[in-house]
Antibody, heavy 114, light 107 residues
């Protein structure tokens, strides 16, 4: 069974950093596209970042230069390092499999507030 | 950036009726297009990819059509569990983008 489980969310001050992790089971991260999508509570979905099987990475303009996606093949995890966080980064962050996302985690809430 | 515009924003439908949702892309995305369903407190669920291919386990009452810039999701006979928010997404070009969502509510 394919499962994704996010962790690492929480409360952080503006300008701070946070690292989210997505633990994957049932498939390997190095052979699949892994995506981060976020959602402000009560609002729509926003695509954030993707890492290709070959290692290429892409980012939304809103996070480019501040967020970094990476993977650890030995742990079968995908991480999202978030720096210089802003209040508008407050959202539930989901990791998901694929370019079109056929499997999703349950999400982890990130709150950026002083 | 490719802008995805969904319409209507809210659709009021009676159980058993047909529901049709539309999504327009600001540029040609070919068939690199997906639909998702999201219920409160849950992660989104993939319904359709490749514009018209149902994802695993999705009932046949859900169908997708279109290519290029115009796409449609049809739910042939709404069941109680279908009342939810629906999102479209293009995965043709970076950044990938979602539509703003369309809520299907009980009439």
């Amino acid at each position: 069974e394919m499962q994704l489980v996010e962790s690492g969310g929480g409360l952080v001050q503006p300008g701070g950093s946070l690292r989210l992790s997505c633990s994957v089971s049932g498939f390997t991260v190095n052979n699949n596209y892994l995506t981060w999508v976020r959602q402000v509570p009560g609002k729509g979905l926003e695509w954030v970042s993707v890492i290709y099987p070959g290692g290429n990475t892409y980012y939304a303009d809103s996070v480019k230069g501040r967020f970094t996606i990476s993977r650890d093949n030995s742990k079968n995890t995908v991480d999202l390092q978030m720096n210089i966080l802003k209040p508008e980064d407050t959202a539930v962050y989901y990791c998901a499999k694929g370019l079109y996302n056929d499997y999703w985690g349950q999400g982890t809430l990130v709150t950026v507030s002083s | 950036e490719i802008v995805m515009t969904q319409s209507p924003v809210t659709l009021s439908v009676s159980p058993g009726e047909r529901a049709t949702l539309s999504c327009r892309a600001s540029q040609n995305v070919r068939v690199n297009f997906a639909w998702y369903q999201q219920k409160p407190g849950q992660a989104p669920r993939l319904l359709i990819y490749g514009a018209s291919t149902r994802a695993t386990g999705i009932p046949a009452r859900f169908s997708g059509s279109g290519s290029g810039t115009e796409f449609t999701l049809t739910i042939s006979s709404l069941q109680s569990e279908d009342f939810a928010v629906y999102y479209c997404q293009q995965y043709s070009d970076w950044p990938l983008t979602f539509g703003g969502g369309a809520k299907v509510e009980i009439k």
